[in-house]
Antibody, heavy 121, light 106 residues
Framework: QVQLVQSGAEVKKPGASVKVSCKAS????????INWVRQATGQGLEWMGW????????GYAQKFQGRVTMTRDSSKSIAYMELSSLRSEDTAVYFC??????????????WGQGTLVTVSS | SYELTQPPSVSVSPGQTASITCSGD??????ASWYQQRPGQSPLLVIY???KRPSGIPERFSGSNSGDTATLTITGTQAVDEAAYFC?????????FGGGTKLTVL
């Protein structure tokens, strides 16, 4: 079973970019689509998009089109999510979550621990 | 865009049955998943493909999905089940989450 470990908390100024990493271990990196989900304090879960680590193919939620980029370094089994043009409303905990084939292709079977991104001047 | 609607809160007494609903247009035609999230923790999958439990999830958790409503049922609710619960489905290559339901066990 895959385990996902994310990078540490970030503080950014409005207009800057942030790049969060998600390192997979315990199974073949390319086997699982990696998705990114964020959660503002006290709020619900918001899906941002997915990436296939094998092909590099991506799909982004319309809300984030043009501002988000999902990439990977397969040699290190790391997935990245970069969000640009940050604003205060982007302050949230960002999770990576994998599709685990055991549970089908519609479910996020494994989650990272989350990365707090704070956007403040 | 597709929306999933959950009640903001549900209360249940210990040992009783808690039911949390998730409503969306023709949700029964899609697979619903449910996640439990305790404060300060990552979400944890408790139900997938409408009715299935991942290994390690207690049998008291069950799910159903028909028509426009998916339901998460916790039979014999325990204090440890107090958490937020989120439903999730896919629509047109987009993952959608419900707004979440805070389950209080009192």
């Amino acid at each position: 079973q895959v385990q996902l470990v994310q990078s540490g908390a970030e503080v950014k100024k409005p207009g800057a970019s942030v790049k969060v990493s998600c390192k997979a271990s315990g199974s073949t990196f390319s086997s699982y689509d990696i998705n990114w989900v964020r959660q503002a304090t006290g709020q619900g879960l918001e899906w941002m998009g997915w990436m296939n680590p094998n092909s590099g193919n991506t799909g982004y939620a319309q809300k984030f089109q043009g501002r988000v980029t999902m990439t990977r370094d397969s040699s290190k089994s790391i997935a990245y999510m970069e969000l640009s043009s940050l604003r205060s409303e982007d302050t949230a905990v960002y999770f990576c979550a994998s599709i685990v084939p055991t549970y089908g292709t519609t479910t996020f079977g494994c989650w990272g621990q989350g990365t707090l991104v704070t956007v403040s001047s | 865009s597709y929306e999933l609607t959950q009640p903001p809160s549900v209360s249940v007494s210990p040992g009783q049955t808690a039911s949390i609903t998730c409503s969306g247009d023709k949700l029964g035609d899609k697979y619903a998943s449910w996640y439990q999230q305790r404060p300060g923790q990552s979400p944890l999958l408790v139900i997938y493909q409408d009715t299935k439990r991942p290994s390690g999830i207690p049998e008291r958790f069950s799910g159903s999905n028909s028509g426009d409503t998916a339901t998460l049922t916790i039979t014999g609710t325990q204090a440890v089940d107090e958490a937020a619960y989120f439903c999730q489905a896919w629509d047109t290559n987009t993952a959608v989450f419900g707004g979440g339901t805070k389950l209080t066990v009192l």
